[in-house]
């Protein structure tokens, strides 16, 4: 199970923090990914974190903006997300792919579980 929490309404140019906090599967046998979604579009990748914490990929669209970070301690993913434009909006998911190397996929058919989405409304 995947539960996610933040998201809501900024104006462009401030910031938000998405958590994903994980139980009923072992979170360091998963590498850890974030989506998003808007209305008529395909689900694209935000970004992605190995199991370990020591890979971590971006789409070009959110790198230098956005952070992804784990904590295996405490099974949760984040998302700190800064200098925000109106095209950040729509939903956002966490996901998990089962993925024992230090490796990660951008493909959205490539992960197990899904978080229950989180909308983030950036306004101009």
């Known amino acids: 199970q995947l539960v996610q929490s933040g998201g809501g309404l900024v104006q462009a140019g401030g910031s938000l923090r998405l958590s994903c906090t994980t139980s009923?599967?072992?979170?360091?046998?998963?590498?850890m990914g974030w989506f998003r979604q808007t209305p008529g579009e395909e689900r694209e990748f935000v970004a992605a974190?190995?199991?370990?914490?020591?890979?971590?990929s971006y789409a070009d669209s959110v790198k230098g903006r956005f952070t992804i970070s784990r904590d295996n301690s405490k099974n949760t993913v984040l998302l700190q997300m800064q200098s925000l434009k109106p095209e950040d909006t729509g939903v956002y998911y966490c996901?998990?792919?089962?993925?024992?190397?230090?490796?990660?996929?951008?493909?959205?058919?490539?992960?197990?579980?899904w978080g229950q989405g989180t909308q983030v409304t950036v306004s101009s």
């Open positions: 974190i190995t199991w370990s914490g020591g890979g971590i």
């Open positions: 996901a998990a792919e089962y993925r024992l190397n230090q490796r990660f996929s951008a493909a959205q058919d490539d992960y197990d579980y």
């Open positions: 009923g599967f072992n979170f360091m046998s998963y590498a």
